[in-house]
């Protein structure tokens, strides 16, 4: 059944285009429903088979042809496999936008071809919603995807099944999306603390990972950094069983951390949230990577210019690759300049009040670059170079520069008397513990990369009971053969 629509699509060489354009036409909308009969037919055996796999590849083969979903395709995918006029097709239907004419007649056709199938399972009716689910979002139908989304979130609270955990990560995803769409997202928090308590009671642990990076979403998009917190330390740790939401919980650790002054940690986090997520998740990649380059500005580091270079993200990050140049001057004039002009880009990234942290590393980097360039030089001067726009500047230095060697940024001393700032001789950092600490980092980011690989290595299920069983089978013929020839030897004896 699967081979018709291909020869179709195969035999298109005609001599009129016109005839060639209908009949691609007509075969477009068969060949996406019939790809979704086949995914209906994987999550069937995985359902009766018991493997999650082969459902969790059956949404990735939805993923794929999002682009492709119609009204009518919808449609009679779920007269294929939901009972028409039951009460989960009739709910779903409601959802869907209004058929035009065309779409109705290459609705009908499909229809005469094959005869619908009818299924009882809750993976498919599951299955079901989240397609309509995807599809309303898709045709930004916000309303609607709510009442979808509602009605499927209250559907899932009555099935406990392994095979559903799944689709219903999945579902609690969209719900949350279509939410944040309209604006309404803190109305379903409550519910997702619910859900949350009973994944966890359910021991579902997929489900429990993304309910805990949607309640951090949830608390981070109102600036509630403290309860956020909270949540994440007292939820329950265990391995994690997708990267892309390991990845989202990285980002959200990292923004807490940031927010809380722990750049070490939020670092850490962010790049590796940035280093793990997938080549396509884009736009993620840069969330991260503008978050990592304020954190490494506020831990004093410069980055390479490498990082604003990358592939579909030099336009993106212009703005912090300049607020990045400033830094790296201790030019505080251009650092204003820069700020100004990029604050509507910041502001909707939410790193405006970081960017006004940055102030002081400025001051301190073009102190560093002062101390290193003259051994001598009156705090009046420091003040100029620095552009300190204060009412009494020099006293305004002093305390900078007191500051700045009493917390080891640079390493000079202080003439109050004459007003002069003296830089001590710049010494061997060879002869300090600068390269060990260099090294002990870098060998420590290696071994955590390997055992983060050897972690995400995957097996088939049963994997040692099988090599459990072959090394018994090789051990019991092994004392048979020694056993018949023990006897053998004794009836050579015997003879």
Not at 280 to 301: D, N, P, S, Y
Not at 317 to 344: C, H, M, Q, W
Not at 404 to 417: E, P
């Amino acid at each position: 059944m699967s081979t018709a629509p291909a020869q179709d699509v195969e035999m298109k060489e005609t001599p009129a285009p016109v005839a060639a354009s209908s009949n691609s036409a007509t075969s477009a909308a068969p060949s996406a429903l019939q790809h979704l009969k086949e995914i209906a037919s994987l999550i069937e055996t995985g359902a009766y088979a018991r493997e999650v796999r082969r459902i969790a590849r059956a949404i990735r083969l939805t993923m794929a042809l999002r682009r492709k979903l119609k009204t009518s395709v919808v449609s009679a995918f779920l007269n294929f496999a939901l009972t028409p006029g039951s009460e989960p097709h009739a709910r779903l239907s409601s959802y869907l936008p209004k058929e035009d004419d065309h779409e109705m007649e290459v609705d009908t056709a499909t229809s005469v071809v094959q005869a619908p199938v009818k299924h009882s399972l809750p993976e498919l009716e599951i299955f079901s919603y989240l397609l309509v689910l995807i599809f309303l979002i898709d045709q930004k139908k916000y309303s609607e995807a709510k009442a979808c989304s509602s009605a499927s979130i209250a559907r899932l609270k009555n099935i406990n099944r392994r095979t559903v955990d799944v689709l219903a990560s999945r579902l609690y995803f969209y719900y949350s999306l279509s939410y944040e769409h309209t604006g309404d997202l803190a109305e379903i928090r409550g519910n997702l603390l619910a859900l949350h308590q009973i994944a966890t009671l359910r021991h579902d642990e997929l489900g429990q990972e993304t309910l805990l990076n949607l309640l951090l979403r949830n608390y981070l998009h109102y600036n509630l950094y403290d309860q956020a917190e909270k949540l994440r330390s007292k939820a329950p740790r265990f391995e994690a069983h997708s990267n892309q939401q390991f990845c989202r919980y990285l980002f959200y650790l990292g923004k807490i951390r940031t927010i809380q002054l722990e750049y070490t940690d939020a670092k850490e986090s962010l790049l590796q949230a940035a280093r793990k997520a997938p080549i396509a998740a884009l736009g993620f990649r840069i969330q991260c990577t503008k978050w990592a380059v304020i954190v490494r500005l506020l831990l004093g580091e410069i980055p390479e210019r490498t990082v604003f270079m990358q592939k579909g993200m030099e336009t993106a990050l212009r703005p912090y690759f300049e607020l990045t140049n400033a830094v790296r001057i201790g030019d505080l004039e251009l650092f204003k300049s820069v700020a100004e002009k990029f604050s509507a880009t910041f502001s909707v990234d939410r790193t405006h009040n970081l960017i006004v942290r940055l102030r002081h590393n400025v001051i301190r980097t073009g102190l560093r670059n002062i101390s290193i360039s003259y051994s001598r030089i009156s705090l009046a001067d420091v003040a100029k170079k620095l552009r300190l726009d204060s009412p009494n500047p020099v006293a305004d230095a002093e305390s900078i520069v007191s500051k700045a060697i009493r917390d080891g940024a640079i390493d000079a001393t202080i003439d109050h008397a004459k007003g002069w700032m003296v830089s001590k001789e710049t010494g061997d950092i060879y002869s300090t513990n600068e390269p060990q600490m260099a090294f002990n980092s870098r060998i420590a980011f290696c071994l955590n990369m390997h055992n983060e690989a050897v972690r995400a290595l995957r097996f088939p299920p049963n994997s040692h009971k099988e090599k459990e069983i072959a090394e018994k089978r090789r051990e019991r013929q092994q004392q048979e053969q020694e056993l018949a020839k023990h006897i053998a030897e004794e009836d050579d004896d015997e003879f």
